[in-house]
Structure formats: structure tokens, C-alpha cells
């Protein structure tokens, strides 16, 4: 690798460049934000309902810290995209599942009016 201050090329496994004494390398902290962005988006994706969509939405901001915070720092990005993604299936999901109540309770709300209308008849 090159070195990310004097551009001089490096050992791969070097912690301070050699040449101008600078720290070199990928940071090897761990990206909390994107690690806490993928374990709540994935409790959202497991789990169905109200309570969770807030998961969803925390597991979608804490993945965008995280990827803020690994362009930032270099840091690893990987659970930080993959939090993401689920924050974001399900966020759809909870959409979806709420679209689809609102219409399934409309649909038996016509069905027992007309079973009822039925029975009056
Ligand atoms: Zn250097």
C-alpha cells in the first residue's frame, strides 16, 4: 500500500510510515454506530408491529451514522449498509403490513355489513 500522507509505497502490515512517520492503514476500530444500526434494524425485521417500526427507524438512523462515521474515520462499512437495508425492508414491511390491515379491515367490515344485511333479511 502507499502511504496516505508522503504517498510512498509501504508494507501492507505497516502501523507508521516509515518514510515521514505518519499512522498509516485502515482504522481498525470497530463502527459501533453501524453494529448498533444493524442489530436494531434486524430486531425490526423480526419482529412484526408498532412497537418495532421504532427499531426500524433507530436501525435506520444508526446505519446512516454509521456510514457517515465509517467515510469519515475509514472505518469498516459493512454492517453499517447491511443495517441499512433491513432498517429499510422493514420499514417497507411495516408499511406493507399496515397498507394491507387498513384494506383487510375494510374488506370484513363489508362482509359482515352485507352478512348481517344478510341475516336481516
Ligand atoms: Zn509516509
Known amino acids: 500500500m502507499y502511504c496516505s500522507h508522503c504517498g510512498k509505497e509501504i508494507d501492507d502490515d505497516a502501523v507508521i510510515c516509515p518514510k515521514c512517520g505518519c499512522k498509516v492503514g485502515k ?9 448498533l444500526g444493524f ?6 425485521l423480526f419482529s412484526a408491529g408498532i412497537p418495532f417500526i421504532s427499531f426500524g427507524i433507530a436501525g435506520l ?3 446512516i451514522i454509521g456510514m457517515v462515521n465509517a467515510k ?26 399496515l397498507v394491507f390491515s387498513f384494506f383487510a379491515i375494510s374488506y370484513f367490515e363489508e ?9 336481516e333479511l
Not at 39 to 44: G, K, N, P, Q, R
Not at 75 to 85: E, P, Q
Request: with cysteine; aromatic share 12%.
Open 27 to 35: 482504522n481498525k476500530e470497530s463502527n459501533v454506530m453501524g453494529l
Open 39 to 44: 442489530i436494531f434494524s434486524l430486531v425490526a
Open 61 to 63: 438512523v444508526l446505519s
Open 72 to 97: 469519515k474515520k475509514s472505518l469498516k462499512k459493512g454492517l453499517a449498509i447491511t443495517g441499512l437495508v433491513l432498517s429499510i425492508i422493514s420499514i417497507c414491511g411495516f408499511i406493507l403490513q
Open 111 to 119: 362482509f359482515f355489513d352485507y352478512y348481517i344485511t344478510g341475516l
